[in-house]
């Protein structure tokens, strides 16, 4: 199996995967994308040269990210899902923006 090359990207992901599919909401391979992108650069600026020892310790640093992370930060990422998958659905999935 491959690993990740992002492993704290992976876990954010993923529990939010988790979230969302908790909450019974369906989501596109193009959605996940998005939301991985805007996970990236949210990343990429607030955990920019922490180095990690272990899984455990990912998982524990981007457990303290979403908790530090306000309503509105989530609440903008789904409205740009919204869009996405609007874009999507009108270009028949033919839609990735980079």
Do not use: P
Request: aromatic residues 14%; hydrophobic residues 40%.
């Amino acid at each position: 199996m491959k690993t990740a090359d992002n492993i704290a990207l992976e876990n954010a992901i993923y529990l939010w995967f988790i979230q969302q599919r908790r909450l019974y909401i369906l989501l596109s391979g193009e959605m996940i994308y998005e939301k991985a992108l805007f996970f990236h650069r949210q990343m990429t600026k607030d955990l920019k040269g922490n180095h990690y020892t272990s899984d455990d310790e990912v998982k524990a640093t981007i457990a303290s990210w979403f908790r530090e992370k306000s309503e509105e930060f989530f609440s903008d990422g789904m409205k740009k899902l919204v869009t996405c998958w609007e874009k999507c659905v009108r270009l028949n999935g033919d839609y990735v923006e980079k």
